[in-house]
């Protein structure tokens, strides 16, 4: 019985300047965000627009994520230890869940919020909503910008894109309800922008926090069909049949495998373990663990577990 113990550390992020690059864009968004809250906050308190205050509670919980998105990033990039021996990259996993349960914790308030101002309507200033949230569009669009590039090489980068493109729409209907607002006296319309907002943010955050439960419980990640896998892996010449098969996330962009594989006649263990690696690389695994038997050799004990 041969065992083989490969890890091979794989980063999404290209180079060391690109992820240098990619740090000084978070800490960048996390300012601009963090100046606009406050000013977003103080027009609103000034003026009494739950749009505004819900928009800027919001807009926190995105500097929030921007934050946790950074450490995130930080996390996933680390390695092993005496007592982690994965490092810290599953706290990429538990941050993003943590991410998803804030947005719904936002969403709460701003639904319970919304609703006693639909009971009881109070007058607010359309021309200062439509200018804060003008700014908000700029503060938001900008950031969205900056982390475009990165979408498709970090999955953090690409949450927190879609979540500022997400809040730049958000930016807009509240100057719509500005408009409105100003245009024909119809406050009510503050409130139901609120509504609209929560929305917006819970349908944003469904898919992230299925997910993140998900692979908080170590469910296969998505992109990855075990069936498929498993076929790939009994193609692989020398291969007679795999069983005990596990697969589950080490971090957000990380997945790791172990594996029983029945050999068969004359097949060299190293050879077939290093095709079988080069196939599930492919497949987008690259830790993985596997333990090779001869064919009609007894492993239906609970030690080959």
């Not at 900008?142 to 500022?164: E, P, Q, V």
Request: net charge negative; aromatic share 6%.
């Amino acid at each position: 019985m041969g065992h083989t113990h490969e890890h091979h550390h794989h980063h999404h992020q290209a180079e060391a300047a690109d992820i240098a690059s990619l740090r000084g864009i978070y800490w960048v968004s996390i300012a601009l965000n963090l100046a606009f809250v406050g000013v977003e906050a103080g027009v609103g308190l000034w003026k009494g627009s739950l749009g505004l205050l819900s928009d800027a509670g919001h807009n926190l919980s995105d500097v929030f994520s921007l934050v946790l998105a950074l450490v995130a990033f930080r996390l996933a990039g680390t390695h092993g230890n005496k007592h982690f021996t994965y490092g810290y990259r599953k706290g990429s996993i538990l941050i993003s869940l943590l991410n998803a349960v804030i947005l719904l914790v936002a969403v709460g308030a701003i639904v319970l919020e919304s609703i006693h101002k639909l009971r009881q309507p109070v007058a607010v200033d359309g021309g200062a909503i439509a200018w804060t949230a003008a700014v908000g569009i700029l503060v938001n669009g900008l950031t969205t910008f900056l982390l475009m590039r990165y979408r498709k090489s970090d999955i953090n980068s690409r949450g927190a894109f879609l979540h500022m493109a997400a809040d730049t729409l958000v930016s807009v209907g509240v100057v719509v309800s500005g408009v409105v607002i100003s245009l024909t006296g119809w406050s009510v319309i503050d409130p139901i922008i609120g509504l609209v907002i929560a929305v917006i943010i819970l349908v944003g955050t469904w898919d992230l926090l299925s997910e993140s439960l998900r692979m908080s419980l170590d469910a296969v990640p998505e992109g990855i069909d075990p069936d498929e896998v498993l076929k790939k892996m009994e193609n692989t010449p020398g291969v007679g049949s795999v069983h005990h098969l596990h697969i589950w996330p080490i971090s957000t962009t990380d997945t790791a495998l172990t594996a029983h594989l029945v050999l068969e006649q004359d097949a060299r263990s190293e050879d077939v373990v290093r095709a079988v690696k080069q196939t599930l690389r492919e497949a987008g695994i690259h830790h993985a663990t596997l333990e090779t038997e001869q064919a009609g050799q007894d492993c239906t004990d609970t030690s080959c577990l």
